[in-house]
């Protein structure tokens, strides 16, 4: 079994700052990490995934999470936010056998204050 | 290409009562999921179907069940309704082609339970 633990529930952070999102998962299992967004009244869309390779994975709006196994941690990072980064942002692990199921954390409210 | 829709958007029941949410998955994909999102909680699995059967279940009680169709769309169906069933209901669609596929999520159909 899986379990993730997003450590900060609400972040604000003012615009054009640095922000950091901090995940944690546990697993007795290899696994596929994942960052999803959800916009106010939206669904989830997928922001970015580490599934092999390069530890660092970046996403096309300047998102970047970095795998680090020894630490169990999958953090998301973006150098500078913007207003419109104003979401709610899950982290998810799947494992790598089977059926697609994915196991999400809490989640953190990303606040951008002008 | 239309991605995940979910209907209703909106519904409103009492307890006791039961209801039926449906999804059409993104085309191309085969395997649909179901999701509760509480507020302020991460999504948590409820069960996965492929080829009309259930593949996978989370720790739901039977009251929830599903159906999908030959065509991949998908129903969940929850019975006696309680108060604490009032939730966003994602419905998520991949292709079956083992783990680490992306996984798209419709809008969600939001739940109240009086």
């Known amino acids: 079994a899986q379990s993730v633990t997003q450590l900060d529930s609400q972040v604000p952070v003012f615009e054009e700052a640095p922000v950091e999102l901090r995940c944690n998962y546990s697993s007795s299992v290899s696994v596929y990490l994942f960052w999803y967004v959800q916009y106010p009244n939206q669904g989830l869309q997928l922001l970015l995934k580490y599934l092999s390779g390069s530890t660092l994975v970046e996403s096309i709006n300047g998102f970047e999470a970095e795998f680090n196994k020894s630490q169990t941690s999958f953090h998301l990072r973006k150098p500078s936010v913007h207003i419109s980064d104003t979401a709610e942002y899950f982290c998810a692990v799947s494992d790598r056998k089977g059926a697609q199921k994915l196991v999400f954390g809490q989640g953190t409210r990303l606040t951008i204050n002008p | 290409d239309a991605g995940v829709t979910q209907s209703p958007t909106h519904l409103i029941k009492t307890r006791g009562q039961q209801v039926t949410l449906r999804c059409s998955p993104k085309?191309?994909?085969?395997?649909v999921s179901w999701y509760q999102q509480a507020l302020g909680q991460g999504p948590q699995f409820i069960f996965q179907?492929?080829?009309?059967?259930?593949?996978q279940r989370g720790n739901f009680p039977d009251r929830f069940s599903g159906h999908q169709f030959p065509n991949y769309s998908s129903e969940l169906n929850v019975n006696a309704l309680l108060l604490g069933d009032s939730a966003l209901y994602l419905c998520?669609?991949?292709?079956?082609?083992?783990?680490?596929?992306?996984?798209?999520f419709g809008e969600g159909s939001w739940l109240t339970v009086v």
């Open positions: 085309s191309g994909h085969d395997t």
């Open positions: 998520a669609s991949s292709p079956n082609r083992g783990a680490g596929n992306t996984i798209y």
């Open positions: 179907y492929y080829e009309e059967e259930e593949r």
